[in-house]
Structures are given as C-alpha cells and as structure tokens.
C-alpha cells in the first residue's frame, strides 16, 4: 500500500486540475494532447543540457587530473543540482523558443 | 507556413530536431518511471555483488565510502567499517586495514574508521590506516605495497556489492587472492520510489566507473 501512495496522489491531484481546468477555466480538451508533447519536450532538451553538462565536467575533471595536481573526483558530477539546473537551462531555452517568433522550430 | 530546409537525406531538418526532444523525453520519462515504480533497479544491482566467501584470510581489506570534513563517515563507510570489524572480531583474519582519505579538509576517513575500531575493542596493532589513495584502483596499488610487503596474499575485501565486482578485479590484478565480503545487499531492501532511483542512480555509476576503467585498462 505504501508503494501506491505516491502514484495515487498524484493521479488524484491530476485529476482535480484537469477537472479544474476543463470546468472552472474551461480550457481546451484537445490542448491536453500538445501540452503533453510540449512537456516532452522540454524534458527531452532538459536530458540534452544533462548530457552536455556531465560530459564538459567530466572532460574538466580528467584535463584537470592530466595538467594539475589537484586530483577531483568523477563521482563530484553525480549531483543531484546538476539535473534541477539543466531543467532550469532547458525552460529558459524552451521559452526563448517559443518567444522568438513562428519561425523558430518547435513541435 | 514555415519554411523548412532540406537535410542530406532529404528530410526536413526542422522536423528531425522536433521529433528528437518529445522522443528523447518520452524515453526519459519512461526509464525514469520505471525506475522508481517497479524492481528493475533491484533486478539490475542484483548480479553486481556476488557471493559472499566468508573463509579465513590473512588481512580484512575495507574500502574507502567517503567521510564529510567534520569527521562523519557517509551510510557507505560506516557500513562497510562496522563489517570489516566484525569479521575481525569473528576472527576471520587477524590484520584489519582500513582506506579512505581526506575530504576536502578535516580528519582522513581511514583514522576515524580506525579510532571506531579501537573503540570498538579491536587491538591498536592489528589496524592498518592508509589515507593516501583515493581511487579502488590506488587502494589495490597501495594495498599492495602495504601488505605483500608483510606476506599477505589472501585477503577478505570489504566494499558494498555493487562494487564488489570492479573492486575485486583491482585487487587481483594487484596480486591478491581475494575472498569478497560485500556488506549486506541493498537489491532486496529497497521499495520505496526514492530509494529504488538512488540504487539505479548506483548501478549505472558503477556501470560507467567499470567502463571507465575498462577503456583506461585498469581491468
């Protein structure tokens, strides 16, 4: 039962903003399909900015190794901000996007 | 309508980087999801360990987890220091040699290890402290200058089990014959959502630190 708690909290407040949305704000139906793929999105450039980031620390931390004497550890990468701010680098880039105009690739 | 611009195989660009994000978010949230809601991590770190060979050594070898700068080990040492100790004290090895060094500042965590040995009844003489490595391949290195030196050649080596298996190719390469006694294994106690992504988040650094040393030659 324990196991099932965080799933079912978080299909019951989902939910509840769908039934806020649809009802109270009445929000599109057929925007929840986009919303979705945007969300996508955002999470696939999110493990981009991840991917770059771990790979430019650990070529850092191996260059650093080679030309200093100062040893780092690799495991120094495995942080859990490291993935908050890729998310955070990912928004303000997908917004830039959307901002920019029609011209600008987008899903 | 957006002008789109042709690649080399004659498929939009556009289109290609479009398709890209949503995919490669959908994969991250499927594995994310599965990690967290079913056993695929306790499957996955379940073959890491191997077994445990509990047979009379020459020196227990406990490897380094880490230490915070006020002298604190992590879950990791303080696991792995306790188990070492309690195989001396089950008298499966008389000499008890204990890694792990500085962080940053503050006290090595190979000493506090020992003074939580010597606290713990185990004889001054029998400890071995060595803080100067800081990687499983410099504890093999360096656990091979400190012990053959001394005759040591069977070993009972003490990390926990998913990385047991990089850690004893490290000490046998060094010269070891290695009996692994990896603390207890954490694939069968683990269920919460939170716990499960950390033990993934162990198996696959481990995965990537054996590849590592796999393309460096150090296995």
Known sequence: ?107 | MRPLQMGALGRPRRMVWADLCPLLGGVGLALFLVSAFTPLSNLLSRPMGGPSALEPAEAIVVLGGGVMPNGVLSNSSMRRALHGILLHRKGLAPLLVFFGPVRDSGPAEAEVRAELARALGVAPRVILAAAEPRTTREEALRGSVLLQAKGVQRILLVTDAYHMRRARTAFEQAGFEVLAAPTHDLSSGVFRPGERLALMRRVVEERLARLYYGLAGYL
Request: net charge positive.
């Open chain 1, 1 to 107: 039962m324990g196991q099932l708690l965080i799933p079912v909290l978080v299909g019951v407040t989902s939910m509840a903003a769908y039934l806020v949305g649809a009802k109270g704000l009445r929000l599109s139906h057929g925007c929840i399909h986009k919303a979705v793929r945007r969300m996508l999105d955002c999470l696939g450039v999110t493990l981009i900015f991840l991917g770059v980031n771990l790979g430019t620390a650990v070529i850092v931390i191996l260059a650093a190794r080679v030309l200093t004497r100062e040893f780092l550890s690799l495991y120094l990468v495995a942080d859990e901000t490291l993935l908050v701010l890729s998310l955070i680098q990912a928004l303000i880039f997908q917004g830039w996007r959307d901002l920019s105009g029609p011209n600008v690739s987008r899903p």
